[in-house]
């Protein structure tokens, strides 16, 4: 039997991660449940709304980081709520006066607040403005390979197109898209928003993406600290699937076993 090939290291910004699924901090009922169902997850990295969550901004209220602790975790702050890449660079600048200089940033620029699909012109201006601001950029973008392969091209360090719309848990919408991206990506590739359980966090990782992001799947499910632990087995899994190689499909059966050396 031949061995599962070595994997590659998971590198974002010069940093190694040894978990490939990232977590959001939203939408769930306290922070008790945003620590337990964080841990859970295994995750490393845990992105954060600052437009929406309290990272210091507001030192009247709870802090988030209370409980999700820079010295555990690599916190992302997100633009999540920008409809502009005006308010988006803002925000990454507040986002690293409150983080202590913190370059590491999710850019999320939106279209609309019916789709929560992203402004891709408005993405483009912020992600340039950025780039040149000393920022390492990991960028929401649609599924449209030229838009990803752009952004790559100007100096984010990961594309994360939508596999579905955000939070609709529709799970991967558009396979063959992804596949293209992959195909051409010289980034990081993650998957984010769409994902609504298990085993859409597992054919976006046997597709050949790095890493996924997600957060309505784990904080809206029934039993949230579970599901973040069946998400870290998920992503596993899944890893381990494209690392072996699936067999090929077929259109007839093929016995299970040989037919050499049959009694007769």
Do not use: W
């Amino acid at each position: 039997m031949n061995p599962v090939p070595a994997d590659k290291p998971f590198v974002l910004a010069g940093r190694t991660y040894q978990s490939r699924l990232l977590v959001g901090t939203g939408k769930y009922k306290d922070m008790t449940e945003t620590r337990e169902a964080t841990e859970a997850s295994g995750a490393e990295i845990v992105t954060v709304a600052v437009r929406r969550t309290n990272i210091g901004q507001n030192p009247d209220e709870p802090n988030l980081l209370d409980v999700i602790s820079p010295d555990r975790y690599t916190i992302l702050p997100n633009t999540a709520g920008c409809y502009d890449a005006v308010e988006a660079v803002r925000t990454c600048r507040l986002a690293r006066e409150l983080l202590d200089g913190h370059n590491l940033v999710k850019l999320e620029v939106l279209a609309d607040q019916k789709t929560l699909f992203p402004n891709v012109i408005e993405t483009l201006k912020a992600a340039e403005t950025l780039i040149a601001d000393g920022f390492d950029v990991m960028v929401y973008t649609s599924d449209d390979p030229i838009i990803a392969r752009q952004l790559a091209q100007m100096g984010c360090i990961a594309v994360m197109p939508l596999a579905g719309l955000i939070g609709t848990g529709l799970g991967i919408c558009n396979p063959y898209n992804l596949r293209i991206i992959l195909e051409e990506a010289t980034v990081p590739v993650l998957v984010d928003a769409g994902v609504g359980t298990a085993s859409d966090a597992t054919i976006a990782m046997e597709l050949g993406c790095e890493a996924v992001l997600m957060n309505s799947a784990i904080a809206h499910a029934q039993q949230p600290v579970m599901m973040a632990r069946a998400m870290r087995h998920a992503i596993e899994a899944g890893r381990l699937a494209y690392l072996a190689g699936r067999m090929p499909k077929k259109l007839y059966a093929s016995a299970s076993s040989p037919m050499e050396g049959l009694v007769r």
